[in-house]
Structure formats: C-alpha cells, structure tokens
C-alpha cells in the first residue's frame, strides 16, 4: 500500500512542533518507515529518527530532511492550517507554524525512501534517510552526531538535502559553491548602573547605551565592508527595563550576522566586538560587556563536480529550463555538518512550491517581494501539486546519480 503523500503532508501541517519537540513528527515518520519494512533508529538528537536502505554493494547516500516547526501564527486560510500551540525555550506560550516547509521536506523523504524500496532492483548501495529537529535553532545536526547517528549508519559518501523555496512548483534551484551563507546568533548583555528614572546622572544607562550600539552596528556593513562582498549584521531584539522611571541595570542586544565564508566571519565577527566594546566605553561602563554565542553555522558549500552532475541528471529528467541558479541565498542551514564530519562532499538544493502562473504575474508586474510570501511568513503556503512530486523526484534523481 502506498504512502497517500498528500494525506501526510496536510496531517504534518496541521500539527507542527518546535525545535527539540518534533515527538508527535517524529512518531508519523517511525510508523511510515515500518510499514515500508524499514528498522529505524529513534531519539537521536532528543527526536531525531534514522533509517537505512541497504541494497548491497555501492555508494552509500545519506539523504537529509529537517522536521521542526516556528513559533509564527498562521494566517493562510488555509482549511488545513494550523491552530497548534506550543511553549518556547523562555517557557511562552506561542502559536506553531510549519512557515519555513519542513512538513514538506519530511513529506518528499518518506516518498524518495517508498520509490527507492520499489525499485530495488534498478540500484546497489545503501541509503541513508535523517530526519532531523532543531534545524531553526541552528543545533539538531549537531546533536543527532553527538547523539551517535555516524556511529549508527554508514558513511556517506556523499550528503543530499534540499529546501522548498518560494520558486515556481516543478523548478530547482541548485549552484556550485556557497548555496547558503554562514551564520552566528549572538547576544549581548550591556551592563550599566541602574537607578531612578529623574537622576539619570548617577546611573550608567543601559538603554541609550543599547541604542547607540544597535545604531553603530550599522555601519559595519555599510562602511566598513567592501561593496561587493556580502555580510548581514542584523539586530533582531532588545531588552531593557521594566517601567518608565526606572533605569535599569542592564540592556540585551540579540545579534544575528551573516557571511559568505570563514574568512568573513572572523572580520565581521572582530567588528562587532569591537563596536559593541568601544560604545560601552564611550557610555563609561565599568564593566566589559558579555557577548555570548548562541550558535554557529558554517557555509553550506556544494560541491562543484557532483552539483555539475545533478544539474545533468534533473536536466535530463525534467527538461530544459527546469533547473536554475538561484543565486547564493543569505540563509543559513545546519545540514553541512553531516558532511563535515564525514568529510565528504555536499549538495543541497531548492526546489519550488508556488503556483507558476502566480509567480509568473508578479514577476510581470514587479511585485514578488509585496506578493509572494517567502519562508517564515505567516502566509506561506505552498501549492501541493506538483510540489510534493517534484520534491519526492528531485530525491530520487540525486540518490540514483550516486548509487551504483
């Protein structure tokens, strides 16, 4: 009996979990893999689930999908949307949206796994499929390995993944090189002297402090870097104080900054300390601020002979036009991990879920950035047909180029 793709994917939609609670997720993929007859390994990475396909001797292909969810409200309209709940790390209640398609990476990985078991007489070696939680915090390819899934499973050969994107339902998107920048979520703790709001003179303000940094931050990229390279320095929150007439004793700057490669990363990185320092100084801090780590992505990097390949082999299995360079994304993923500590090569690719008359009128009319919804909105949706299809074929393609 085959796996009703559709009935799935609206199912995982409906009920999406945040990073680290993929329970309810991770319990559909364990019994879609036992009803393809498929022994799997569960809790890797708290809720990570492993399985392997081993068809005799050859190449061994790990393919990846991410499984967990965003604390967004879904405003699709969608009949299957999504109501769910869930409480966050701070222990708040938040709605939980699947607004970046890991439902659909989930969806097309059971089905590239059912095809792959019928079609084993057409193919030798072994796949590996991971279904992975924490992708949107940066850490579930990290805790699947220290949770041993490179000691449960053999090594790849190479590692495949892709991402649904907002590109018109049956494209891929795939370049050589950087596919997705580097990343690092940083916090900073300004710390001040706090005190009562009508005598600012005895304190040290955190909050001015703060906005003086967030402002001087800016420049980073607008003055500092070469124009023709890239690099996002982003603020994303502030907290500071409780109540108007109070000065309170400490300010928290949460950072997010993007880079091309290792190289920019450690630029970028010793411009921040530097301004974040210096504007403490010049707030006349006593103490040094605390700049912490939250996670550290590395570039997703294809490689360049084995993403000439693919593109030859969707080429010829989709037809002309039907693969694209989307350019270098400033996103950030944590799927090169497995590949990293494997040591192997990577290709991680997009595929597209909109409609392609729709995309195709705003691109008409210039209106894809007010139209078209990207990921992490509260309205994105992507069409299921043939998005599933081309999702569950693009797998397929990529795992049959490498296996013998």
């Not at 390279?229 to 007439?245: C, D, P, R, S």
């Not at 601020?289 to 993403?307: F, K, R």
Request: proline share 6%; aromatic share 6%; glycine share 10%.
């Amino acid at each position: 009996m085959s796996i009703d793709l559709e009935a799935l994917y609206i199912d995982l939609h409906r009920h999406p979990e945040l990073s680290f609670q993929e329970t309810r997720t991770a319990g559909v993929i364990a019994r879609e893999l036992a009803a393809l007859g498929l022994d799997y390994t569960e809790g890797l990475g708290t809720t990570g689930v492993a399985t392997a396909i081993r068809n005799g001797d050859g190449p061994v292909v790990w393919l990846r999908a991410d499984m967990d969810a965003l604390p967004v409200e879904e405003k699709t309209g969608l009949a299957y949307a999504s109501t769910a709940r869930g409480i966050d790390p701070a222990g708040t209640d938040v709605p939980v949206m699947h607004a970046c398609g890991h439902d659909m990476h989930v969806t097309a990985l059971l089905g590239a796994l059912e095809r792959l078991v019928a079609t084993k007489d057409e193919w030798s070696g072994t796949v590996v499929a991971v279904f992975q939680p924490a992708e949107e915090y940066g850490a579930g390819a990290q805790a699947m390995i220290a949770g041993g899934v490179m000691d449960a499973y053999p090594t790849p050969d190479i590692v495949l993944g892709q991402h649904l994107t907002p590109l018109p339902a049956g494209v891929v998107g795939v370049r050589p090189g950087t596919q997705m920048a580097a990343s690092d979520g940083l916090t900073v703790r300004l710390l001040g002297r706090g005190g009562h709001g009508s005598r600012p003179h005895a304190t040290i303000d955190p909050v001015v402090m703060a906005a003086a940094t967030v402002m001087r931050l800016q420049t980073i990229v607008s003055r500092e870097i070469d124009p023709r390279e890239m690099a996002v320095v982003t603020v994303g929150a502030i907290h500071a104080g409780l109540k108007n007439n109070i000065i309170p004793a400490e300010a928290t700057l949460e950072l997010s900054l993007r880079y091309p490669d290792d190289d920019a990363r450690a630029d970028v990185l010793a411009r921040v300390e530097r301004v974040v320092r210096a504007e403490a100084a010049a707030s006349g801090a006593t103490e040094e601020p605390v700049i912490t780590t939250l996670h550290s992505l590395p570039p997703t990097i294809n490689d360049a002979d084995a993403t000439a390949r693919l593109v030859a082999a969707w080429s010829r299995a989709f037809g002309e036009g039907s693969v694209v360079d989307p350019g270098m994304f400033t996103g950030s993923e944590d799927v090169s991990w497995f590949a990293r500590e494997a040591g192997v090569p990577l290709v991680y690719w997009f595929w597209g879920g909109l409609d392609p008359a729709v995309y195709a009128d705003a691109v008409a009319r210039g209106a894809v950035n007010e139209e078209i919804p990207t990921n992490h909105s509260p309205s994105f949706a992507p069409v299921l047909h043939p998005t599933i299809e081309r999702g569950v074929d693009a797998l397929v393609v990529a795992a049959r180029e490498f296996l013998a």
